[in-house]
């Protein structure tokens, strides 16, 4: 073993004492800017500068293992100068500021890329009024000053002040609205390996979960919901599990949302007990008949139907319906994909404490915007009277988006009268997630003389989001209602140009719930579009890493990425017999990734050998971060392509445990080069992109082996 | 019923009164407060729960407590044995391992008990020793560098 030493003392007082489980609201409205000297001065919505001179940042997005608890006040701190090392980070809400699109939230690969003009913005304007206010205290051009570590210099004079002995002179000069930036050549912070800081606390086992939460005289409760989906509990006999010692109560558990599933709750004074109150409770539970599609068969049954017939039109150009019929080379295929589950890492947790006058939940959300009126709705309590005490998050992958274990733990506080923790057994969260919907798809795409696709027609089918969250709907060329989610990737912006293109949507009524994957829409139809670009490039007779690098010729960032691919993965080199090569790539709200993907079969079994990723996200805030975030997507999309399938069966999901739902383990996973374009653009996203490229790459890569197209996921 | 159970927690001698069927797991968390073991799976397919029971790596989840009257159970909590971090722990910092960190008590306590077993495992035996603890995000390529890390290669 290695001598290195760090010591727990140093790097607990460094980084533990920023952790950022305790969740501090700002008060409403407008924080009063005045200050004496001995107190914290706010500086609009991101910046407090302490008089010790540490200065918190504000954390308006969640941490679920993208790093944005270290990439977010990294934009403040760059901006700011200030001092890294004595920085703070705390979670806020309750501020316009905080919104994007006007809800608080953390999904769609958007915290940076958003985060990136108005957190740079708020950190140079502290740092302009900390100027003039040192300019005004020592009578000198504010030109004359410069700005190091927190600190305001004057170099001919050798005056020096901290922000913190500033701050309240700062205060009472107005915050430019346009303050300069700094050009990118100059950054010192942004673009370096900034450790992650929540990396100590992550690997000494105290970051603190939903999970972990203790509260006095908290109660723990598991949910016990039906096995198929739509049933309601008729009868059930509490005495079984009251008899299980620790069991406290057994009470009717509400729905928590329109469409959701209501069930049984068992309350108890722990896990155990409260889980082995529920498996006592379960047998004797008499449901109502389900309201879901009975099986896997039934539901295909339903897409293929869907398929057979004119759908809604999400999107047309050009005139695909005569343009197919002045092609010769034509390819048409029928592309499938199953339900998934999100299995985060850490199962659905929340705390509630209801009071009379007050409401305090401990949970890690993505959705911090959807939580307060929630919890305004089912507690009647006032937004001032909430507090949210933000917790890291076991993973997020999108169903942290949603608020169904929030209302569990307000709903079964308000009852008990007491705080109480809601933990979802690993059964319940596998059989009542949000799933990634399961499409199917028909495409015939026409080839014009030169091979180039000429025509695209394309019809889904599949489960859609807009059941449940109305507001995402959109309205299609003829005047139907959409799911812009659902045809991603497929209507405008195209990454390919094809002059004729149709794409309709049919959306499926399974009953099988359906929510936001990692990638949402692009984990399907990056599949559908990449695998389709794989064979157009085989009917034309091309390389497909070449045939894509003449479709994007018009897109020099997508040509740089697709050649930095072609010789990190050593493209040209064929690889040894046995062992295939293929490609995918996807421009995902402005991200270019292009993932090339090496495999073997070993028995009938694939076997994935090493992957190589070449983005371009614009410029990287820290390329370690963004390393992990590609490098884990990665795997996420293998996983999908190669194990996860959520299996419906009598009504509901069939898998009960982890045992029945495989995920990638440490065994299955290739070595994976991660390369950037260098550049100097606005960053784009990262932490869904590379999920969707992998699953095609991997289906071509086992092409490339044995000449079988794979059009139907998961592979095993 | 509740019964006293004693075994020796990260070198300290404890009792603690619960029932004796309860999994190690859930006495770790809520009875003894230390909360760096966590919940997966409860089936013994995720490894988040692991700790070391007389220095082998078991998932908590599938041990009764009863089960480890006498011996010697070790957490992430006392894995470092003073002020400075573990190798392991400090190889998992110095390689950026953890993202969400959920499963990274349960990888770090099954990389520290292979490297004391075996203090420069081949790739082989990594894998071997790794793949039961999962990791929804993908942390597996950094798991392995941070192992090699520890065991005093390059990292590579
Ligand atoms: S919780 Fe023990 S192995 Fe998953
Ligand atoms: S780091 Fe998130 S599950 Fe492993």
Known sequence: MTAFTLSRRTLLGATIAGAFSVGIRFSEPELIREATAAEPVPFGAWITVHPDNTIEIALHKSEMGQGVSTALPMLVAEELDADWDTITVRDAYGRPEYGTFGMQFTFGSMSVSTSWLPLRTAGAAVRAVLLEAAAARWEVPVDTLRTERSMVLHDATGNAATYGELAADAALLPLPAQPALKDPADFTLIGTNVPRRDSVAKSTGTASYGIDVVVPDMLVAVPLRPAAFGAVPESWDESVALAIPGVVAVKPLPAPGAGMDSGLAVIATGFWAASQGRDALAPTVVWTAGTALADDAAITAQLEALLAEPAPLAFEVGNPEAAIQRTKTRVEATYTTPFLAHVTMEPMSAVAHVRADAVEIWTGTQAQGFIFPLVEQLTGLPRTAIVLHQQYLGTGMGRRVETDVVADAIN??????????????????????????????????????????????????????????????????????????MVSGLTDPFRYPVPHRRIESAVASSGVPVGFWRGVGETNNAFV????????????????????????????RSVAVLSLARDESGWDTPPPAGIGRGVAFTDFGGSRVATVIEATIVDTAPRILKATVAVDCGLVVNPVIAQQQISGATITGLSAALLEQVVIAEGGVQQRSLAEYPLLRYDQAPEITVVFVPSAEPPTGLGEPATVTAPPALTAALWAVDGLRRRSLPLR | MPEPVSFTLNGT???????????????????????????????????????????????????????????????????????????????WIAESVAQCGYCQSGQIMAAAALLAATPDPSDEQIAEAMSGNLCRCGTYPAVRRAIKLAAGGTGA
């Open chain 1, 529 to 556: 579009v990449e695998s389709m670009i794989n064979e157009l490039a085989e009917a034309a007779g091309t390389d497909p890493l070449q045939y894509r690098l003449d479709l994007l010729a018009d897109d020099p």
């Open chain 1, 412 to 485: 079964l506080s308000s009852m008990m009268q007491a705080p109480v923790k809601v933990i979802w057994p690993r059964e319940e969260d596998l059989r009542h997630d949000f799933y990634r919907p399961a499409t199917a798809h028909a495409i015939t795409v026409g080839l014009d003389p030169s091979g180039r696709p000429f025509t695209w027609n394309h019809r889904l089918a599949g489960e859609s989001n807009i059941t449940r969250y109305a507001f995402f709907s959109a309205t299609g060329p003829t005047g139907d209602t959409i799911d812009p989610m």
């Open chain 2, 13 to 91: 001698s404890i009792t603690v009164e619960t029932s004796p069927e309860t999994p190690l797991l859930w006495v770790l968390r809520e009875s003894l407060g230390l909360t760096g073991t966590k919940y997966g799976c409860g089936v013994g397919s995720c490894g988040a729960c692991t700790v070391h029971l007389d220095g082998a790596p078991i998932r908590s989840c599938l041990y009764p407590v009863a089960s480890v009257a006498g011996k010697a159970v070790v957490t992430i909590e006392g894995l470092a044995p003073s002020d400075d971090l573990h190798p392991v722990q400090q190889a």
